[in-house]
Structure formats: C-alpha cells, structure tokens
C-alpha cells in the first residue's frame, strides 16, 4: 500500500480499439496504484505485463510541488487526517475500478456511462481551486475520530499507530477501526516506544487536480494549452485558446489581418471567417509558400481559394533568400492581436500539442503587428523587411513588451542571450527546437553561476543532428525529454519571476536569422510566475528517468503515439506501421 504515497502521476489510458484500437473500447482495469495511476489490459490478453512498456497518461495531473502545507486553506490539517484523507481516496478508486471493464473518452474514463473525473470529485477527497470545495474536505477531515483508526501489516497482522514508521513504511496495509483491533497483536516497537514519523509525506495525491489554462493580467491573456489533455487532435473547438480566437473572429467589426504558417482541420475558426467577410468584414492574410503541395498544412489552399486577398513569400522562396513565414498572428480591427506558439490545427489547437496562446488588447501593440503585416503583405518577406522602430510598449508600471520579428531584431542575440546572461535565480524553458549555439554557450555560462535551469525537450528535437540538450546534459544543466504523442511545441522561456518569452520562433539559427517570425518579451511577475506554474506542472508530468534518456517521439514510450493516427516521427510511417511500436516478444 505503501506505493500510493509516491506521485508517479502515471494514468495508463489510451483510445485504441477492441480489435483495431478504436477510442470506444472496452478495457479491464488491471491495478489501481493510486487514484490518478490506474493500470489498463491495453492489448487485452487480461495479464499484468510487468515487463512490457506500459502506456500512461495522467487523467488529472497532480503538482507534486504543491500540497496541504502549501495552501492557505488546507495547510492546518494534521497529518493524520491528511493520512485518513489519503487512504479513503485510494481506497474509493479501487472500489471504483478495481478489475472493471471501462470506456475511455476524451480525458476521462467512464465507468457504466459514469465519469470517473466527476466521480472523484463529487467524493470530497479531492479539491480544485475554489473556495467550496477546500472546505468540504475540511469538513470531512474534521469529522475524522483520529484515534479510532489504526494501521494493520498485512504481512505481520500486527497493528500500529497513524504516526508510526513501521506500519506506514509496510508494502501491503490497510486502515482498520478501533473496533477490529481486538482482533490483532499490537506491534511492541509502536506502541512501547510512541514511535513518532520523522519525515512528513511531501506528495499527497489529494490535491488540485487542475491546472489554470487561462491567465489574464493588464489586457493580457495567455491560454495553455496541455500536452495530450486529448489522445487524439481533434477539430471540435474546445479549448479556450480556440474559442477565443472565434470570439475575436465574431466580434471583429472591421478587419481581420493574418499571418500564418499552418491552418489546417479547423472547421469551426474556417466557418468563423467565411460568417465575418459575409459580414463585410475585410480579411486579408499571408502565409508561408510550400512548394510540396501544402503536404501538412492542405487546408490553405481552401482558405487561396476562399479569401483570395493573400501574398505568400514564394517568390524569394524560390530565390533561396529567405526561410519559412513562421508567424501565427491575427490582428483585429487594429486594436486586438492573437498570437503565440500554436498553428491554427487540429493538433495545435486542440490540446495535443503543447502551447501558448496569447490575447492582447492594446492598440499600440496591433499597431507593431500591423506594421510587420503590411511589409509582408506588400511582398517583402524575411531579409527584404525593414526593421520595426520603437518596438517597446509599456502598459503600465507593471507591464512593459518588446514585440520583436525575425530576422530583423536579432532576437537570439539581442535579446534571448542578454536575459539568460543576467539571470540571477532560474531559468525554465520548454522548447520545440533548440539548437542555437549561442543559447547552449549562454546557458552553460548561467548554470556555472549557480541558476537553476531545466528545459522541457520535444522528442523530435531530440533526434535532430543538431541538437544541444545532450551538451547541456553534460554541464549539468537539467532537461527532460516529453514522452507523449503530441508535440512540447511551445517556444517560450520564464526567468526570475520577471521575464517571459512567447512566440512562433524556436530557438535556432533558423528562426532568428532566416524566418518570419514573432516574438514577445514580457515584463510582467504575475505572467512569469503562471509560466513557471505551468511548466512546472509539465515537468512533473514527464518521468524523471527521461532526463536521461531520450524516447522516440513515435515508440512504446511515448505516450499514444502508437494510436493517434499521426506521423510523429516524420518518417511517413504512423502507428503500428512504424518500428518504434512494435511490442517485441
């Protein structure tokens, strides 16, 4: 029982079929390790296959950093009603799954057309951010007679006190009444020497189970979006990120101006903008020329054909003078921008990937974008710009922006680097791509000064030649490789609580020489301190053991990859048809 203490954060669930992995199976729950780390016979052959790569996901992820002790409400619980809480939570989820046959949909399991999700929650033992619902596990903790329960070592038989070492560190026990300890011998070492816990548990899984995935400060808006918070992309329009950007598409009154790299699969944003040019709305945009018949992105040429207002940089494409037109912007009516990490895609926009929306509502800031827009609409793109004068933006005394574009800041070197060399406490970036020399020197130079530093690897970026997290590894400096379908597509970087980095540039020569693209640095402490919140949470998310190793982006280890009808890897090759899924005997 022991094992329930320990936050793995490891929900094995997948959407794969009976027969051919369909999201509507049937499985049978195998273990319950805890209630958010719940074992699934995922290739139905009704054994616990200790030995094969499990599947996991986390239906809730739980912050480990955070518990009782840090919130205000919670934190004067005793341990011991913290333990009777623990347990009753562990043992509710057995009950509830314990070799039952489940349906998985979306992120939740189902349990005869129940949800899981609402289940735990409607039980008092877990709690999400509001008020009431810390209160009612106050509530229950405080009707807890503490010393009418008792811990019994189902090896030994023998029972101990709440308090006690030996009967907390036992691998198998339960919690009895007072009644049943009759029944039992009383362990001498408890109750002869009053043996006191000397360590408190750190990681209760009775805590938050949500994440915030919207922020909004000083006209400021930031939407997360979660790593596989759905197995699969999907094109429905759920998140807030993408139902905030239909919004600002309704709402606009006069103009909508675009620049974007990859729209593809989003019915609901393509029917937005059909609905506001027939309002009169005048639509114009600009996107990246492929001269490889739009192979991920088909979508734009429905969009060619139905705003025909367009410029693509193709002609110095076809020159070999510029990179790729990587922005994802929209400005409205020329006083609100949406911007930030994510393509306007099923996979980005859905909650697959991992990434960061941005809403600004600030005139001075559309007026930037608008300028950075009309170059490329006009047919200058990447080297043929100009650069953007007085580009700063100050909102108050709370909040200050650079709004920056490649190529023409220099971003890396005038700004990115600079940040990192006057870092004082930590810096925490989660990256698509980072290759930058540059970055990798300034990073070494900053974790030799005593930062704390951690990066959050996409598995892609892992397996390109030119990668530097291995030399980062190697200063000492700590990077984790996500282990899930869907990719770490954020570009962004919080340092001290003070600044924050978003936008569509990853972190190579590429992006800051040879691209279109954005970028925006924050100044702002509440903004940096919500990045550094959620990239916590996506570095608990991901097992410790892959800051060492590093797992396929399509394989047995990365979580759904084998069943999410995507090309993960880039190798033309999807699911089981790639080598990495296959489950060697």
Sequence with gaps: MKKFFIISVVFIIFGCAFISFKSTSVFKILDVKSPVSIYIDLNKN?????????????????????NYSDDNILKNLTFEQKFILEYMAYDYANSLLKNKFVSLKGNDIYINAKSYKKLLLSSDLFFTNDKFSKEKII???????????????LKSKKIHKLSCNNGISSKKFKLISANETNKYNKAKCCFNNDNKIK????????????IKNTFSSDNISIYFLDLNSTFKPDNKCLTSSCKVLKKEIDSAKSSIDFALYGFNNQPVIY??????????????????YDNDE????????????????????????????????????????NKKVFTGTANITSTDLSGFNANYSVLINNSA????????????????????????????????????????????????????IKLIDNSKNYIYISAFFITHKGVEEALKKAKAKGVDIKIINDATNARNKYTIHKNL???????????????????????????????????TSSGNKRNDENVIVFQNIEIAKYLKSTFIYLWNKIPDKYEKYDPKAESLESIGSCYDGIDNDFDDKIDFADEGCVIKK
């Design 46 to 66: 009704f054994i616990f296959d200790e030995k094969t790569p499990f599947f996991y996901d986390n239906i809730f992820f739980i912050e480990s950093s955070k």
């Design 139 to 153: 509530n229950k903790a405080n009707s807890f007679d503490i010393n009418s329960y008792y811990i019994l070592n």
């Design 199 to 210: 360590k408190n548990i750190k990681n209760y899984h009775i805590q938050k189970v949500y």
């Design 271 to 288: 029917k937005a903008l059909i609905n506001a040019k027939s309002r009169g709305i005048k639509i114009r945009w600009v996107s990246n």
């Design 294 to 333: 739009d192979k991920y992105y088909p979508d734009i040429e429905k969009l060619k054909t139905v705003f025909p207002d367009f410029k693509t940089n193709q002609f110095i494409q076809l020159k070999n003078k510029s990179g790729i037109m990587h922005n994802k912007f929209f400005i409205f009516d």
């Design 365 to 416: 800031v559309a007026k930037i974008y608008l300028t950075e827009f009309e170059q490329m609409f006009n047919g200058d793109f990447g080297i043929n710009k100009n650069e953007i004068p007085n580009n700063s933006v100050i909102i108050n005394k709370n909040t200050s922006l650079n709004i920056l574009f490649s190529p023409q800041n220099n971003i890396i070197n005038n700004y990115i």
């Design 473 to 507: 590894r190697l200063a000492g400096i700590k990077v984790k490789t996500e282990n899930y379908a869907g990719k770490m597509h954020m570009k962004t970087m919080v340092i001290d609580d003070k600044y924050s980095v978003i936008g569509s540039m990853n972190f």
